[in-house]
């Protein structure tokens, strides 16, 4: 039922959320599924680790992440009239499912991406200084090399784009 991430890290999902602000992790025909017993709550008859919350009392739905994420709250409003998008509220009938509607759960699928994003362009920074990292390993042994072929600093320095003194104090006492 969840959403995964290009580089598979994040699985996320719009939960409902239950009185006691636990958060679903899956729905039966009985209600919604909640981990942990409290004693509030009839446990699952197939999973013993999880109560039924019944669909009428769920408070509201919000975005939830596998790596610890959680979304604003979409509070659920008792009338139509009280259903408001732009203020994070919704209807749906005491006598249906209390999944979030198609308009809060696309609504929470975006803000699942936003919270991806910088996580995806730090990953890309990571790429970048991991072949920096190694560029920067493979720059070493060639001027190793190099001295040891009997180049001077001078033209070590030149073939880097630094001065003869620059490559000297970068290079020098190394080895
Ligand atoms: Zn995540």
């Given amino acids: 039922m969840g959403w995964i991430s290009n580089d598979n890290e994040h699985e996320g ?7 006691d602000g636990r958060l679903s992790s899956s729905s039966s025909g009985q209600g919604i599924l909640v981990e942990g017993i409290t004693g509030r709550y009839q446990p699952d008859k197939m999973l013993p680790d999880y109560e039924v919350v019944p669909d009428r009392e769920i408070v509201g739905w919000r975005g939830a992440c596998d790596c610890g994420w959680r979304g604003e709250l979409w509070e659920r409003v008792p009338s139509p009239a009280t259903a408001d998008f732009s203020l994070r509220r919704d209807y749906v009938s005491p ?13 929470i699928h975006d803000e699942w991406k936003v919270h991806l994003a910088p996580l ?8 970048a200084a991991r072949e920096y ?7 070493d042994k060639t001027v190793a090399a190099a001295k040891a072929a009997g180049a001077s600093w001078t033209d070590i320095g030149r073939a880097v784009g630094i001065s003869r003194q620059s490559a000297h104090e970068r290079w020098a006492d190394r080895h």
């Fill in 133 to 139: 990292n190694q560029a920067g390993r493979r720059l």
């Fill in 95 to 107: 006598d249906e499912f209390a999944n979030a509607s198609t308009t809060v759960e696309d609504a």
């Fill in 120 to 127: 995806e362009a730090v990953a890309g920074v990571e790429a």
């Fill in 13 to 19: 999902w719009a939960a409902a959320v239950a009185p």
